[in-house]
């Protein structure tokens, strides 16, 4: 299932991110430095701690772990592993950060924890159409405060635009 998670303006740059608790998992969302935002489980590939222990802020460019400070990219990829350069078989390449799916609509980020979650728009099909008509109330009231008038009642909101149905969930984002 996907769920709520967060506003994506919140992350506004590259490197800023949020946590979140979610059944009983720490989620890590970071915005990457190519603008992508995901998502990953905020638990170190080494021992398992876990990452990032405030809910947000902003990497400088990397994750270390605290504990012995290995060290991902933005896109969650093993960067650095001190002492395990010498371990015999031991590849950075199998051990990124693990994902976790995440997309966004209207703004809103949606995190879902499947290793194989179906398409968010699935879930949330006909919610453009349920809140559209509040959307275009908001919007009216926003124009009329910045006049300085008294914004008509929802009911005469004259937006009534019918969205198209998506054809892949980045459509919605
Ligand atoms: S537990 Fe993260 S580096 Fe060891």
Redesign the pocket.
């Known amino acids: 299932m996907w769920l709520a998670a967060g506003r994506a303006a919140e992350l506004d740059r590259p490197g800023t991110f949020i946590t979140r608790d979610v059944a009983g998992a720490s989620v890590l969302l970071v915005r990457g430095p190519d603008g992508r935002l995901q998502g990953f489980h905020n638990v170190?590939?080494?021992?398992?701690?876990r990452?990032c222990v405030t809910d947000a802020g902003t990497f400088a460019g990397s994750i270390q772990?605290?504990?012995?400070?290995?060290t991902y990219g933005l896109d969650g990829a093993l960067l650095a592993?001190?002492q395990m350069d010498e371990a015999v078989g031991f590849t950075k390449a199998d051990y990124p950060l693990r994902p976790v799916a995440c997309e966004t609509w209207d703004g809103h980020i949606f995190i879902n924890l499947s290793d194989e979650p179906p398409p968010l728009w699935e879930q949330i099909r006909g919610l453009p159409q349920q809140t559209m008509h509040r959307r275009g109330a908001e919007l009216v009231a926003e124009i009329e405060r910045s006049r300085g008038e008294e914004a008509p009642p929802a009911a005469e909101c004259p937006v009534t635009t019918t969205l198209p149905a998506p054809s892949t969930a980045t459509a919605w984002a």
């Open positions: 170190c590939r080494h021992r398992g701690t990452l772990c605290p504990y012995h400070a290995w592993a001190p």
